[in-house]
């Protein structure tokens, strides 16, 4: 029997890292593959594992990944 994963959507907010939920940053503490764009705030990203990957998907005018 194969475990399934969790996928958890956290938006970016205002952009203050203070106003995160508690469950946002628990997910992000937690979470295996971070997949972010350019609206997440680099202070939420350093919460991530040091072993969880970091995937940028953000795109910016006339320069779409």
Do not use: C, F
């Amino acid at each position: 029997m194969t475990a399934l994963g969790v996928v958890s959507l956290i938006g970016a907010g205002p952009g203050d890292p203070d106003l995160i939920t508690v469950k946002g940053l628990l997910r992000l503490q937690e979470a295996d593959v971070v997949v972010y764009d350019r609206l997440a705030n680099p202070a939420l990203l350093n919460q991530t594992s040091v072993w969880a990957e970091r995937i940028y998907v953000g795109k910016e005018p006339a320069r779409h990944r």
